[in-house]
């Protein structure tokens, strides 16, 4: 307390003596004024600054304690001497100067101001001077102007220049230097037109400064042109500094071209101009030219620098020339100047680059000296390569031994974290930003959005996004990409459309990403809205946005577009070519891409591993393997891409496709490591076979082998599960989906609710539904196929009046959906009326699955002749599935000449086909004519074609229960038949009348109806009434037709069912199409009574990948089913039980 008021009396002291005395202050810490003479209490020159002008204000008081002034202290007045006059103070004045001990003092004098590096000593000097009333020379005006503009004060600056009497060249280069200094490039800019309007005479260093000025602004590319018309002008294209100056400013612009102009125009070049280039050409990502002018310059002799080699080096890393990389390295350890901090940096991210982390680590643990730079360097080479444990190793270490981390290594970190393994790592990565007050920063936020939308949280992105405080370009195209990666284009566009709406400026990475949401012919409207934006806005010769827009129109269908676009494009790199050729691929247009790729090698570019994978992506027919595949395979060994694992899964994919899937089985097991991307492509492989079960098989293998599954592997397994009609795994693999985190992924949630639809669990296919307006076009086809399935056809049509009320585009998966409901709905004229619409409203050609449905449609109805009309006219070329549905339309209708015709047809492509023989035969049978039917089985014989043995089965408690026809071998055979007798009766009571036409033996009518309760299904039905509770769902499976019998017996037994309490559903899967559908696991849209193309093994049908442990494989042991066992359709026990002799046999 004491020393507080004590304090207060010295301050009330020193008011009182400054107000007696009029003593002012020049506003420097210490500084105590009293204009220019002696102060008896210090004896002291003190003085007050140039910027504080009279009269002083009270607030520009301070003064010093010791006795001194802090500018320089002063002698003592000799004795005797009248201290309240002031007396020859400049003299004394400057003796003080001379005789001060400090050299930025005593060299005043000589070198002016440019000394001062302290901003009181050169304000105390100043003032002096002023009130000496002396004026300071020009030559210390400038220094002074200097000075000022040194330590960030300009308007000071800015007076000393206004009150300077005369002014040289000198005078105004330092001004306007000060103002490039501080950012005031308008200012510079006026102040530049005064001089040269007051007639004086322009040098090389003020051009510098107002082209440095124009540069760094992003809005004065008018004015730098100017200035270089003057330069041209003026002849001071001599001056290197100049010249240079043009460079950077030309280079800041991306003008590359103007700038190689000025660069050859230059007389005289030296080190800084050749790097100066150097550095345009990598900014704009020309690396060649880089490479090219260190040649060039080399052969001239002009010795390399530190920048020199720090850009050469990062051009060698952007090329990946390893070859040239380590020629530069030689020259640089020839040079000596490997030690320098800069170059050792860019030899890492170089060799980060050349994937030799071990060489970077090396380069950088022997390193004398190390920046952030050197850390950041590290950090983003184990993030380039997704060595998650030793980035954070490394992180750690850079916390304690350099201390320093900033934004950049933050955002490097980050990179790594976008995966659900370290989604971890990034929230506390993220929790530390917040800690460390970073999280105001835009570059980390950007990143963060980057991290959340890669590890599928878009709506911690969408929370960050809104929170950000600051928001740049790169902000608004990360939430772009980030929704383009989810699959949720809609959402990108309305991004895009904010940003119109506030007249942001858009680069080419914005319209990158907006023409990306736009790769579907769902959005290709919006596509060519776009693209007129990009030509308005000159970025249509930008390469990246001419690889988006072939990119675009291929996979919306517009190849022609998609190659006129491709040709005039004024530059072409090999990404340029990648895109057009998987525009061919996803068209299904194997000989364009064929040509393309070999144009691609006559061009002397070296295909890729992406070019084969494309190309191979094009083989989608059996055709193609022989003339295309195996060749293109055997390029692949001789040019040694058939190490690369993702042209493996590639040439595993193509085999299947183009039908042979032992060899793409024999490749995929020769294989010694299998990568998750593998286990997809095989499993993929076998459920475009229809091998369903085979696929669960894979999955199954998977998880035994610790193979992590990601959405790909759940989204296949979820599509075998549907097309099975597994309720139970589908739930399972659902529930591991929401467990891993996969199920907000859009593969897995369509899958997903593909597989509800499909089981007939609508009300949890409508739990996951988005809502209308955000629905994609997939989510409305599911939904429109699975009422469709089901038999609400009404529901199916108003779902898809309303998919349009939304403003969603109907697309071919969606007619044939449409036209499936209305063929087994009965709507006749509707489905003409929608397929006639198709093309002509929607502009969705027709393909042959929509063919296949209006055959259908006719041949129910019995309009076989326009059936038959239709297919001579059909716009495609009818294949199997065509004649395949007109000869079921025959055999219901009884057109024996029609169906003879349909099934030769149908045996000219396959004449192996069992269904075209059977189908026929039926047909024969129908109409009663047993010879023909007769001499058909003969001939299957003497063709060695054999029927596939009807089969049923269903899961009741975990146990495959299967039956064949008539089967008599079941331990409770006795009780099954017991209970048909009981559903015989009963419905009959409840009006059945037995269709004999379905029994196709030429036996009496009581014979045949004995026969008809003879069929697998009805035996596994009256199995599973016996075995279920009342209030159970009974799921059962049959590799064949049901028969139209058997579903008017189900249909009966249904009614009596739900009397009482018991509801019954029939989950057969639906016969393929004739080739797999592009879409993500999209729905074939047959009913559920229609039959699998195939066997499916029971073992399969129980995958549970929760309880696979306590599952066990039921067999009756009947001669029907041990005939079934023997095909070839039938896949061994032994992977689940791991010894056939577990079977069980019985219940």
């Not at 503009?149 to 009497?165: H, P, Q, R, T, Y």
């Not at 003008?255 to 070049?269: G, K, L, N, Q």
Request: glycine fraction near 6%; aromatic fraction near 10%; include cysteine.
């Amino acid at each position: 307390m004491a020393t507080a008021i004590a304090n207060l009396r010295n301050a009330i002291f020193f008011f009182v003596v400054l107000s007696l005395f009029n003593v002012h202050v020049c506003g420097s810490d210490g500084c105590l004024v009293v204009g220019c003479g002696y102060m008896l209490t210090q004896q002291c020159w003190c003085c007050y600054s140039a910027n504080v002008k009279p009269p002083l204000q009270p607030e520009d008081i301070c003064f010093a304690t010791k006795g001194e002034c802090e500018a320089f202290p002063c002698p003592p007045l000799p004795p005797g001497r009248d201290s309240g006059r002031q007396k020859e103070p400049i003299k004394h004045t400057i003796q003080c100067i001379v005789t001060h001990p400090d050299p930025e003092i005593s060299g005043f004098l000589h070198k002016g101001f440019s000394q001062i590096t302290k901003e009181v000593v050169g304000r105390a000097l100043h003032a002096v001077y002023v009130k000496g009333g002396t004026y300071l020379s020009v030559f210390h005006s400038n220094t002074l102007i200097n000075m000022y503009s040194k330590f960030g004060k300009i308007n000071a600056a800015k007076n000393v220049f206004d009150e300077m009497l005369e002014r040289n060249e000198a005078s105004w280069n330092n001004m306007i230097s000060g103002y490039v200094t501080m950012g005031l490039y308008v200012d510079a800019g006026r102040l530049f037109i005064e001089m040269w309007c007051r007639g004086f005479k322009l040098n090389g260093y003020v051009i510098a400064s107002l082209l440095t000025a124009f540069s760094r602004s992003e809005s004065m590319v008018l004015e730098g042109l100017q200035i270089h018309g003057l330069v041209l002008k003026n002849g001071l294209l001599y001056d290197v500094f100049v010249g240079t100056s043009l460079l950077h400013f030309y280079g800041m612009y991306g003008i590359i071209s103007s700038a190689r102009t000025v660069f050859e125009e230059m007389p005289h070049r030296n080190v800084v101009s050749w790097t100066s280039l150097m550095v345009d050409y990598s900014d704009a990502g020309d690396f060649n030219e880089v490479v090219k002018l260190y040649r060039r310059m080399r052969c001239e002799g002009i010795s390399c620098n530190q920048n020199t080699f720090t850009t050469v080096i990062s051009s060698c890393g952007a090329l990946d020339d390893e070859f040239l990389g380590h020629q530069v390295l030689g020259h640089v350890l020839k040079s000596g100047i490997e030690s320098n901090v800069s170059v050792a940096n860019s030899i890492i991210s170089m060799f980060g680059n050349f994937s030799s982390v071990e060489d970077a680590c090396y380069v950088f643990n022997h390193m004398d000296e190390r920046d952030i730079i050197s850390w950041n360097s590290m950090i983003t080479v184990f993030a380039k390569y997704w060595l998650c444990n030793e980035l954070l190793r490394c992180f750690h270490l850079m916390r304690l031994d350099h201390g320093e981390i900033n934004a950049t290594t933050l955002s490097a970190v980050l990179v790594v974290c976008g995966s659900l393994d370290n989604l971890k790592w990034g929230r506390g990565i993220h929790c530390l930003v917040v800690k460390l007050g970073l999280d105001s920063n835009v570059c980390i936020s950007n990143t963060l959005l980057t991290m959340y939308f890669q590890s599928g949280r878009h709506k911690d992105a969408e929370k960050l996004f809104n929170r950000m405080a600051e928001k740049d370009l790169i902000s608004w195209n990360s939430m772009m990409t980030g929704y383009v990666l989810e699959g949720k284009c809609l959402d990108a566009l309305k991004v895009l459309n904010e940003l119109l709406d506030m007249g942001k400026m858009m680069n080419f990475v914005t319209f990158a990403s907006a023409l990306a949401a736009c790769s579907d012919a769902e959005f290709l409207v919006e596509g060519r809205i776009i693209h007129s934006l990009v030509i308005i806005s000159g970025f249509h010769q930008n390469l990246v946005v001419g690889n988006a827009l072939v990119t675009m129109y291929g996979r919306c269908g517009m190849m022609q577009v998609a190659k006129r676009v491709f040709q005039m494009m004024p530059e072409k790199e090999l990404v340029t070519w990648n895109a057009l050729i998987g525009g061919y691929a996803d068209n299904e247009e194997c000989d364009e891409a064929l040509e393309t790729f070999k144009l691609l090698r006559q061009e002397a570019e070296s295909p890729n591993y992406i070019t084969l994978i494309n190309v191979l992506g094009s083989f989608w027919d059996p055709g193609n393997l022989l003339k295309c595949g195996m060749p293109l395979h055997a390029y692949i060994i001789l040019t040694g891409f058939e190490t690369d694992e993702y042209v493996k899964n590639s040439l595993i994919t193509m085999y299947a496709d183009c039908g042979d899937l032992n060899s793409s089985n024999h490749m995929f097991y020769g294989l010694l490591n299998k990568t998750p991307v593998t286990w997809n492509a095989m499993v993929a492989a076998n459920a475009q076979h229809g091998q369903w079960e085979e696929a669960l098989k894979l999955l199954l293998e998977m998880q035994r082998t610790k193979v992590n599954f990601d959405q790909f592997s759940l989204s296949a397994g979820l599509a075998a599960s549907a097309n099975l009609g597994i309720l139970e795994d589908g739930q399972h693999l659902h529930s591991l989906a929401i467990k891993l985190g996969f199920d907000a992924y859009h593969y897995v949630k369509n899958s997903t609710m593909d597989m509800y639809g499909k089981c007939g669990e609508m009300n949890d296919l409508l739990k996951m539904l988005p809502e209308p307006k955000r629905r994609s076009r997939l989510s409305w086809n599911i939904l429109l196929s699975s009422f469709a399935r089901h038999g609400y056809f009404q529901r199916a049509k108003d779902i898809f009046h309303e998919m349009l009320e939304q403003g969603a585009k109907p697309d071919h998966v969606t007619f044939v959906s449409l036209l499936s409901a209305c063929s087994h709905g009965g709507l006749v004229d509707e489905g003409l009326a929608y397929f006639a619409s198709m093309t002509t409203e929607f502009g969705v050609p027709v393909a042959i699955e929509h063919c296949v449905c209006i055959i259908d449609l006719l041949g129910r109805s019995g309009r076989l002749a326009e059936a038959e009309k239709f297919i001579e006219k059909m716009p495609v070329q009818p294949n199997d599935f065509v004649w395949r549905s007109l000869l079921a339309a025959c055999k219901t209708h009884g057109h024996v000449e029609l169906g003879k015709k349909a099934a030769e047809n149908i045996l000219k492509s396959n004449p192996s086909d069992d269904s075209a023989y059977v189908l026929y035969s039926n047909v024969c049978a129908t109409s009663g004519r047993w010879q023909d039917v007769q001499r058909i089985r003969v001939k299957m014989e003497f063709e060695n074609v054999k029927k596939k043995p009807a089969c049923s089965w269903l899961n009741v408690r975990n146990k495959i229960s299967m039956f064949g026809v008539g089967d008599q071998s079941h331990p409770q055979a006795e009780q099954i038949y017991i209970k048909l007798m009981e559903l015989r009766k009963k419905i009959k009571e409840a009006g059945y009348v037995p269709d004999t036409s379905y029994a196709l033996h030429d036996t009496d009518d009581e014979q045949k109806e004995d026969n008809l309760w003879n069929h697998s299904e009805r035996l596994a039905l009256a199995y599973g009434l016996i075995h279920t509770p009342e209030d159970s769902t009974l799921r059962i499976f049959k590799n064949l037709r049901v028969c139209g019998d058997c579903h008017s017996v189900y249909k009966l037994e249904e009614v009596k069912i739900e009397e009482e309490t018991r509801d019954h559903f029939d989950a057969l899967a639906p016969k393929r199409n004739t080739k797999p559908q592009r879409s993500e696991y999209s729905s074939t849209y047959t009913n559920a009574l229609n039959s699998i193309n195939g066997v499916i093994n029971p073992e399969y049908a129980q995958f549970h990948l929760l309880e696979k442990d306590t599952q066990k494989l039921v067999y009756n042991g009947s001669k029907a089913a041990e005939e079934f066992m023997e095909t070839e359709y039938y896949m061994t026990s032994i992977a689940l039980t791991g010894n056939i002799t577990e079977l069980e046999h019985g219940s």
